[in-house]
């Protein structure tokens, strides 16, 4: 089974600075799916950006960046010159690519709390 | 599109009831999930239908629990006989079949409490 964990409960960032969120996983399979879903306060859980696992080049939306670890089964996120509006729980997710082992389910990590400080 | 909705957004009641959600998926999607989110932690995965067909079911689905989606369009997840640790907030999610671009998209939640 896959595992996903998160190991920093909660970050904190000053307004326009940098801060990256880590995520590990552990997996036997060599093509999958990660995923960086954001959970506001009382909202719902949106993407935020997305990684296929055969593709080398990390990817990228806007001011979200991440870097793809294969080898090392790390997946982080650099929220570049954060905003206010970026402060939520951040969650870190799995998708196997083989549908008979393990269907479209999505596995998720424990979940970062960022703060980010005026 | 109007996203994910789901009703209702809270309950409350007293163990030994019966409860039931109702999830309504973004309407092309022919994928639904559920999920179930204790606090502080991250969702966990109940079940999936793809179209009317419930394909998964994980473990954490006891016999109380039950899920439909008759004629593929809206989900609904009963809980029979609640127990006290079934107080969560139960995700949906919706999704369109199709390999690598396959994203879930989530609904706002179910905030159960049990008394």
């Known amino acids: 089974a896959q595992t996903v964990t998160q190991s920093q409960p909660e970050m904190s960032v000053q307004e326009a600075e940098t801060v990256t969120l880590s995520c590990t996983y552990d997996?036997?399979?060599?093509?999958?799916?990660l995923f960086w879903y954001k959970q506001p306060p009382s909202r719902q859980m949106i993407l935020v950006i997305r990684?296929?696992?055969?593709?080398?080049q990390n990817a990228t939306e806007n001011r979200f960046s991440v870097n793809f670890q294969k080898a090392a089964k790390s997946f982080s996120l650099k929220i570049s010159d954060s905003q206010l509006g970026d402060a939520a729980m951040y969650f870190c997710?799995?998708?196997?690519?083989?549908?008979?082992?393990?269907?479209?389910?999505?596995?998720f990590g424990e979940g970062t709390q960022l703060t980010v400080n005026p | 599109d109007t996203g994910v909705s789901q009703n209702p957004r809270h309950k409350i009641t007293k163990r030994g009831q019966n409860v039931t959600f109702r999830c309504d998926p973004i309407?092309?999607?022919?994928?639904l999930y559920w999920y179930r989110q204790t606090l502080g932690q991250g969702p966990e995965f109940l079940t999936y239908?793809?179209?009317?067909?419930?394909?998964?079911k994980s473990r954490l689905l006891s016999d109380r629990f039950s899920a439909e989606r008759p004629k593929g369009s809206f989900s609904t997840l009963e809980i029979q006989r609640t127990e006290q640790g079934d107080s969560a907030m139960y995700l949906c999610?919706?999704?369109?079949?199709?390999?690598?671009?396959?994203?879930?998209?989530f609904g706002p939640g179910t905030r159960l409490l049990v008394l």
């Open positions: 999610a919706s999704s369109r079949s199709g390999g690598a671009s396959e994203t879930q998209y």
């Open positions: 997996t036997s399979e060599s093509d999958y799916y």
């Open positions: 990684q296929e696992a055969y593709k080398q």
């Open positions: 997710a799995y998708r196997s690519a083989f549908r008979e082992t393990s269907g479209s389910r999505l596995t």
């Open positions: 309407s092309e999607h022919n994928r």
């Open positions: 239908f793809q179209n009317e067909a419930q394909l998964e």
